[in-house]
C-alpha cells in the first residue's frame, strides 16, 4: 500500500486529520520499544527566496530504552471533505533538495533530549508556499506483530513553509457558519465555522464566537474561542473549525461510556438556556500587511420542549385534580344542604270553613 495514515498517537493524528496543526509538544505513539515526544510541532518559518533558515526540532525518548532513530521528508495530501491526512512513504516532497538535517541518524538516550536542526535553503525562483512532513520514526524496522499485522511505529512532524516574496497572496474566506442543529433540546450545542483558504500562502486565523440573545442582541452572553490550537490552513484547502457553548442550565452531559444524559445543575439556575440566540463570528487573519476581519451570523433556537411538556402535563393535572375536588366539595355541600333542608318540620295546611289555618 503506497499511502497510509500515521498516527502521532494520545489523539494527536486525530487533531491533524481535521487539519489542526498544534504547537504544543506532541506525545508520540508507544509502538514497541518506540515511545518519543517532539516539539514544537508544527515547525513553521517564513523564509525569503535565496535565504537559508535552520529550524530547531527538539526529540525527546519517552522509552527506557536506547532509540536509534531516522528522519526523512515526506509529502502529504488532505481530504477537503473529510478533513484526512494522507501521508506518502516513499514519496519526498518537491523540496526535497533545499532540506537537510544535521544528523539525518541520531540516537536518543532514555528519557534525554536531541536536538535535530532542520536546513531549508530555497533557491532565488522559489513557490509561495510548502508543506510536508518529516518522518521519524526507528532506524531498525520492528518485527512485533499484532494480528499478523507489522506495527511500524513513526511520527509526522508538520513541517509550514511560507515565501516571503511577490505576488504571495494571503486570503481567507468563511464559507460557512452554522449549528448542528436548529432546534436544541438542551446545550451543549455545536458551532462550526468553515475557512477556506483561496490565497497562495499559509494563514492561521483567530477571533471569537460571541453568542447573544435573539437575532437583534447587543449584549453576549458567551465568548466562544475560535482556533485556540492555533492551526493553519494551506492554499487551497478548506477547515473547519468546532466550537462547543456548554455554559448554561439545563445542559446534557456526555458520559465516559459515551452515553448523554440531563443535568440540573440548580446553582446555574440565572444562567437558564431558553429561546432564540444568535451566534456571531468576529475573526481575523493577517494578509501579510494588517488584520483582516472576518465576520458571519447564524441563529438557532434552545427549547427544553419535553421539560415544558412535562410542566404543561402536571399544570393540568393538578388543574382537573383540584377541579374535582372543588366539584366534590361543592356537591358535598349541596347534599348538606338538602339534608338539612329535609330535617326541617312540614306542617299540613287544614282547611275550615271562612279560610285556612
Sequence with gaps: MKKFLFSIGLGIMMVIASQAVISDPVLAQSTGEFSIQVTPSPLVTTIKPGQTTEIELKVRSNSLEVQNLTMSPRSFHINNETGEVQVDDTSPPEIK????????????QPGQWFTQKVKISLPKDTGFSYSFALIISPKTVQQKTESGRLLKGSVA???????????????????????????????????????????????????????????????????????????????????????????????????????????????????????????????????????????????????????????????????????????????????????????????????????TR
Design 157 to 355: 512532524v508538520f513541517t509550514l513553509v511560507n515565501v516571503d516574496r511577490p505576488g504571495a497572496v494571503r486570503k481567507l474566506d468563511v464559507v460557512e457558519l452554522e449549528t448542528t442543529k436548529q432546534l436544541y433540546e438542551y446545550i451543549p450545542a455545536d458551532i462550526k465555522v468553515r475557512f477556506k483558504n483561496s490565497g497562495n500562502s499559509i494563514v492561521q486565523p483567530y477571533g471569537n464566537i460571541f453568542i447573544q440573545r435573539g437575532s437583534e442582541g447587543t449584549n453576549p452572553i458567551a465568548a466562544l474561542a475560535v482556533n485556540d490550537n492555533k492551526g493553519y490552513i494551506l492554499p487551497g484547502t478548506s477547515r473547519t473549525l468546532t466550537t462547543k457553548w456548554d455554559n448554561g442550565f439545563p445542559s446534557f452531559k456526555t458520559n465516559t461510556d459515551g452515553t448523554t444524559g440531563e443535568v440540573w445543575d440548580w446553582s446555574k439556575i440565572a444562567d437558564l438556556r431558553i429561546g432564540q440566540y444568535t451566534a456571531k463570528l468576529v475573526g481575523v487573519y493577517n494578509d501579510g500587511e494588517r488584520d483582516v476581519p472576518l465576520e458571519a451570523a447564524v441563529t438557532f433556537w434552545v427549547i427544553p420542549w419535553r421539560a415544558i411538556l412535562a410542566l404543561i402535563t402536571f399544570i393540568v393535572i393538578v388543574w382537573f385534580i383540584g377541579r374535582k375536588i372543588a366539584q366534590r366539595r361543592t356537591q358535598k355541600a349541596v347534599r348538606i344542604a338538602l339534608a338539612a333542608q329535609s330535617a326541617i318540620p312540614k306542617y299540613e295546611k287544614q282547611t275550615v270553613k271562612g279560610g
Design 97 to 108: 533538495d533545499w532540506i537537510s538535517f544535521s544528523s539525518p541518524d541520531f540516537t536518543v
